[in-house]
């Protein structure tokens, strides 16, 4: 098992940057890819960005891509989302998530994901 515990959302104006941390501990090891998704009230979750395993291999969605940026120190068995130029859209509950994996391979879909963290609310004002 695994738990994911994440924090760093808060109340931000728009244009203004928050850094989000998700926290694993368990069962840990490097060889899980993290992911970040979020949900806004009255929407279904939609993927933000994606890591793999060993970092090499990134993705976001275009909604965030060249604001956001996604990385992971496995020393800390943590995951971070550095969240730039926040726009009132970016509203929403973020919630990271893991799955097992040894390769590049990016996962997009929320069912790929077994481990889930239960979110951090950021809210952008406009």
């Known amino acids: 098992q695994v738990q994911l515990v994440e924090s760093g959302g808060g109340l931000v104006q728009a244009g203004g940057s928050l850094r989000l941390s998700c926290a694993a501990s368990?069962?840990?090891?490097?060889?899980?890819?993290m992911g970040w998704f979020r949900q806004a009230p009255g929407k279904e979750r939609e993927f933000v960005a994606v890591?793999?395993?060993?970092?090499?291999?990134?993705h976001y969605a275009d909604s965030v891509k060249g604001r956001f940026t996604i990385s992971r120190d496995n020393a800390k068995n943590t995951v971070y989302l550095q969240m730039n130029s926040l726009k009132p859209e970016d509203t929403a509950v973020y919630s990271c998530?893991?799955?097992?994996?040894?390769?590049?391979?990016?996962?997009?879909?929320?069912?790929?994901?077994?481990?889930w963290g239960r979110g951090t609310q950021v809210t952008v004002s406009s």
């Open positions: 998530a893991a799955r097992h994996s040894y390769t590049e391979t990016y996962y997009i879909l929320a069912h790929e994901y077994l481990y």
């Open positions: 368990g069962r840990t090891s490097s060889s899980y890819a």
């Open positions: 890591i793999s395993w060993s970092g090499g291999s990134l």
